[in-house]
């Protein structure tokens, strides 16, 4: 590398707190989007969690048989819905979970199962359409301004027609997801079919229903399953701005320490230089008498 002159080291110094004003402004925007993030997450699960007990109930109360997303099939063609971000920028947000994803289809491939994709988010439908995987949907721009509820439903409308007509046996649905306010990991659930509570487990009483069971209950499994989804993208987005407030975070600190770092070289370089002129004029005094 060759030696900087002290107005080469004062320019990279100069880039060096440029980048850090553009690495602190995204951290400032991704706290505003995470607190905005957080109070949607936080008031849509107790929303989801008693959807999801009344239907897990309910459903242990009616005939399994009319109900073809109850249907426990022998797996042999899988369904993975995957939730990534559409942005990068937020340290191993996307890495972490794409790597689960692999796992997770190795791990079927072994069984002699066959996997499709369906790709929540840029990052991930990037990623996979360069690679031998089969991929049934992807979207991107999904996280632009808000979680858009209608890619939510449309998802769930293509696992729910791929699971009645047979083309699949099972779906599975990963996506990070907060676990405390500063922390999130990848979570893998099953999507269909619907897991019941075990014989005797639902314990809410008997029903009685004044409109007909069955387009009740399809009914009401599909919001579950539409919000589900709708969930795991507002899981997924609220942990992608905390990721990346954290990684902007350590981006600027690491900006301060290079400044540190460089303006210590710059200073020593300019020391050297002083000295160096020094000793010319001192040379040029002494050779003139």
Same mark, same amino acid.
């Given at each position: 590398?060759p030696?900087?002159?002290?107005?080469?080291?004062?320019?990279?110094?100069q880039?060096?707190?440029? &980048?850090?004003?553009?690495?602190?402004?995204m951290?400032?925007?991704?706290?505003?989007k995470?607190?905005?993030?957080?109070?949607?997450?936080?008031s849509?699960?107790?929303?989801?969690?008693?959807?999801?007990?009344?239907?897990?109930?309910?459903?242990?109360?009616?005939?399994?048989?009319?109900?073809p997303?109850?249907?426990?099939?022998? =797996?042999?063609?899988?369904?993975?819905?995957?939730? &990534?971000?559409?942005?990068?920028?937020?340290?191993?947000?996307?890495?972490?979970?794409i790597?689960e994803?692999?796992?997770?289809?190795? =791990?079927?491939?072994?069984?002699?199962?066959?996997?499709?994709?369906?790709?929540?988010?840029?990052?991930?439908?990037?990623?996979?359409?360069k690679?031998?995987?089969?991929?049934?949907?992807?979207y991107?721009?999904?996280?632009?301004?808000?979680?858009?509820?209608?890619?939510?439903k449309?998802?769930?409308?293509?696992?729910?027609?791929?699971?009645?007509?047979?083309?699949?046996?099972?779906?599975?649905?990963?996506?990070?997801?907060?676990?405390?306010?500063?922390s999130?990991?990848?979570?893998t659930r099953?999507?269909?079919?619907?897991e019941l509570?075990?014989?005797?487990?639902?314990?809410?009483?008997?029903? &009685?229903?004044?409109?007909?069971e069955?387009?009740?209950?399809?009914?009401?499994?599909?919001?579950?399953?539409?919000y589900?989804?709708?969930?795991?993208?507002?899981?997924?987005n609220?942990?992608?701005?905390?990721?990346?407030?954290?990684?902007?975070?350590?981006?600027?600190?690491?900006?301060?320490?290079l400044?540190k770092?460089?303006?210590?070289?710059?200073n020593?370089?300019?020391?050297?230089?002083?000295?160096?002129?020094?000793?010319?004029?001192?040379?040029?005094?002494?050779?003139?008498?």
């Amino acid at each position: 590398m060759p030696k900087l002159s002290p107005r080469d080291i004062r320019r990279k110094i100069q880039g060096i707190k440029n &980048t850090r004003r553009i690495t602190n402004a995204m951290k400032v925007v991704s706290a505003a989007k995470l607190r905005r993030a957080q109070e949607l997450l936080y008031s849509s699960r107790p929303y989801s969690d008693k959807l999801y007990e009344l239907v897990r109930d309910l459903a242990a109360h009616v005939d399994r048989e009319t109900l073809p997303l109850l249907e426990e099939r022998e =797996e042999g063609k899988v369904d993975l819905i995957l939730v &990534t971000a559409d942005r990068g920028l937020a340290g191993a947000f996307n890495s972490n979970i794409i790597r689960e994803a692999e796992k997770f289809v190795a =791990e079927k491939r072994e069984k002699g199962r066959q996997v499709s994709l369906i790709l929540i988010g840029r990052k991930g439908y990037q990623y996979f359409s360069k690679r031998d995987y089969s991929i049934v949907k992807g979207y991107d721009e999904v996280f632009r301004k808000e979680v858009n509820f209608g890619i939510a439903k449309e998802v769930s409308e293509i696992v729910r027609e791929r699971f009645t007509n047979r083309e699949v046996d099972a779906v599975y649905l990963m996506n990070n997801e907060m676990i405390t306010r500063a922390s999130y990991k990848p979570v893998t659930r099953k999507f269909l079919p619907f897991e019941l509570p075990e014989e005797g487990a639902g314990g809410m009483g008997v029903y &009685t229903f004044e409109v007909d069971e069955e387009e009740f209950m399809n009914n009401l499994v599909n919001l579950y399953l539409n919000y589900q989804i709708y969930r795991a993208m507002v899981e997924s987005n609220a942990a992608e701005h905390f990721a990346r407030m954290v990684a902007m975070d350590n981006a600027t600190k690491n900006a301060d320490d290079l400044v540190k770092q460089w303006t210590m070289i710059f200073n020593k370089a300019r020391q050297e230089s002083i000295t160096l002129e020094l000793i010319d004029i001192v040379g040029a005094a002494e050779a003139m008498k």
